[in-house]
C-alpha cells in the first residue's frame, strides 16, 4: 500500500491557505474601520456641542458598526500571523468564515434590533426634526457608500497561479517532491469580507429607507413610514444575515454544496477501468482551497506521483492525501 500524507513544515512543507487577496482585503477592512471611527468621533462631538441628539444617536450607532466590522479585520490579522504555525493542522484559511458566521449572528441581532425599536415607534410615534435627521441620514449614506466600495469584491481569476500553485496537489512522505505549498488562491468569494461588506450595506439600506421615510413624514405628515420602513430593512438585514450563516457555517462543517462539482471533477480525472474510487473527501481549507483525501483500489497499482499527476489540472486543489490499495481478485 502507498500513502501520500501530510507533514510538519520539519519535512520542508507548510499548509498556508490564504486567500489571494488576503492582505488587500485586510487593508481594506482596517481603512473602512478608521473611516467609520473618524465619522463616529465627529458625529459624538459635534452632536454634544450643537445638543442635536440625532447626530450624537447615529455617532454611537457608528461605533457598534465599527466594531462589528473589527471581528473581520482581527480574523485577518490572526490568520495570517498564524499561517505558518505547525498547530493549525490544515492551516488558517477557514478563521475567515468563522470571523464571518460571528459578525452574522452580530448582524442578526443588529436586524431584531431595528424591528424591535421599530414596533416601539409604531405603538407611540415620535417628533422628528426632520432636517436635521436628513442631513445625518445623508451624510451617514455617503460614509458607507464610500466603505462599500472599498471592501467590494473584485471578481478577477487567475488560473496560472504558481507554478506549483493550488491547482497542483502535492505529495508528502511518500514522493519525492517536497516543495512547501504556500499558495494564494484569487477570484473567488471571502465570507469574511462578505460580513464586513453586508454590514456597511446594511447600514447604507438603513440610511437609504430613511431617508425615503423622512421625505414622505415630512410631505404628508406620515409618521408611521418611518418605522414601517425600519421594519423592512430589518426583514432584509436578516434574509442577508440568514444566508451569510449558512455559507459560513456549511464551510465551517467541510459541507459540500450541491452545485460543488469538485468530487466529480476528481473521480473522472482518477478513475479508469483498473482504478478505482473506494473512498472519497472533499471539504474547503480556505478562499480558493480545497483538501481531498482519496483512497483507492487498482488492478494494477502505481506509485502517488501517477495519480497525482492526473489532478494537477484541477486548481482547487491544494492538498491532497492518496492513499493506494491492490484490487481483490
Given at each position: 500500500?502507498?500513502?501520500?500524507?501530510?507533514?510538519?513544515?520539519?519535512?520542508?512543507?507548510?499548509?498556508?491557505?490564504?486567500?489571494?487577496?488576503?492582505?488587500?482585503?485586510?487593508?481594506?477592512?482596517?481603512?473602512?474601520?478608521?473611516?467609520?471611527?473618524?465619522?463616529?468621533?465627529?458625529?459624538?462631538?459635534?452632536?454634544?456641542?450643537?445638543?442635536s441628539m440625532a447626530l450624537v444617536a447615529d455617532g454611537w450607532h457608528m461605533a457598534t458598526h465599527a466594531a462589528a466590522m473589527l471581528i473581520a479585520a482581527l480574523a485577518y490579522l490572526y490568520a495570517r500571523r498564524n499561517a505558518h504555525n505547525p498547530r493549525f493542522t490544515f492551516g488558517t484559511g477557514k478563521m475567515g468564515d468563522l470571523a464571518a458566521f460571528a459578525s452574522a449572528i452580530v448582524l442578526a441581532l443588529i436586524a431584531m434590533a431595528i424591528a424591535w425599536e421599530s414596533l416601539l415607534r409604531l405603538r407611540a410615534p415620535v417628533q422628528i426634526d426632520f432636517n436635521q435627521a436628513l442631513a445625518v441620514a445623508t451624510l451617514g449614506l455617503l460614509v458607507n457608500l464610500a466603505s462599500a466600495w472599498l471592501l467590494r469584491e473584485d471578481h478577477h481569476h487567475d488560473h496560472g497561479r504558481h507554478h506549483h500553485g493550488a491547482g497542483h496537489p502535492h505529495a508528502h512522505a511518500g514522493d519525492d517532491d517536497r516543495h512547501g505549498h504556500d499558495h494564494h488562491a484569487t477570484g473567488v468569494r471571502d465570507n469574511n469580507l462578505r460580513a464586513a461588506y453586508l454590514h456597511v450595506l446594511a447600514d447604507a439600506l438603513t440610511s437609504v429607507l430613511a431617508i425615503a421615510a423622512l421625505l414622505g413624514a415630512r410631505a404628508y405628515g406620515w409618521l408611521w413610514l418611518d418605522p414601517a420602513m425600519g421594519i423592512v430593512g430589518a426583514l432584509v438585514i436578516a434574509r442577508w444575515s440568514w444566508g451569510l450563516i449558512r455559507n459560513a457555517g456549511a464551510v465551517l462543517l467541510d459541507y459540500v454544496p450541491s452545485g460543488e462539482n469538485l468530487p466529480d471533477e476528481i473521480r473522472l480525472a482518477v478513475e479508469t477501468r483498473t482504478d478505482r474510487i473506494t473512498d472519497l473527501h472533499v471539504w474547503q481549507l480556505g478562499p480558493g482551497h480545497h483538501g481531498a483525501i482519496i483512497a483507492l483500489a487498482s488492478a494494477e497499482p502505481r506509485p502517488p506521483s501517477f495519480y497525482r499527476e492526473k489532478l494537477s489540472r484541477i486548481h482547487e486543489l491544494s492538498h491532497v492525501t492518496i492513499e493506494v490499495e491492490p484490487a481483490a481478485a
Open positions: 500500500m502507498s500513502t501520500v500524507h501530510a507533514g510538519w513544515p520539519r519535512d520542508g512543507h507548510e499548509h498556508v491557505f490564504l486567500g489571494g487577496d488576503h492582505r488587500r482585503n485586510e487593508t481594506r477592512t482596517w481603512l473602512v474601520i478608521a473611516l467609520t471611527s473618524a465619522m463616529m468621533v465627529a458625529e459624538i462631538v459635534a452632536g454634544t456641542v450643537f445638543g
